[in-house]
């Protein structure tokens, strides 16, 4: 599984309604890469956790998530995607 998110939003916590998104380091990794490299570790991973705009959006863009699959909390954007 890979968890990847957009680099400014690491420590942060989003809410809606009951809904509550933690953007925690020990999850989502302290080592920062350029949105190519991110996109193409993604690439092969049949499991992703992806939150951001920045992120979601190479996802999309790229083919490896469908548009309808994301998710906003707060008005970030948030996919989890299985591939089988």
């Known amino acids: 599984m890979i968890a990847a998110c957009d680099e400014m939003l690491i420590g942060k916590t989003f809410r809606q309604g009951k809904m509550k998104l933690a953007i925690d ?6 080592k920062a890469v350029s949105i190519e490299e991110a996109v193409t570790i993604l690439e092969p991973a049949e499991m992703m956790n992806l939150v951001g705009h920045e992120i979601v959006k190479a996802a999309v863009d790229r083919g490896l998530v ?3 699959a994301v998710i906003q909390i707060a008005g970030i954007p948030h996919v989890q995607v299985l591939r089988m």
Not at 25 to 30: C, E, I, N, P, Q
């Open 25 to 30: 380091a020990k999850f989502y990794g302290k």
């Open 66 to 68: 469908h548009p309808a």
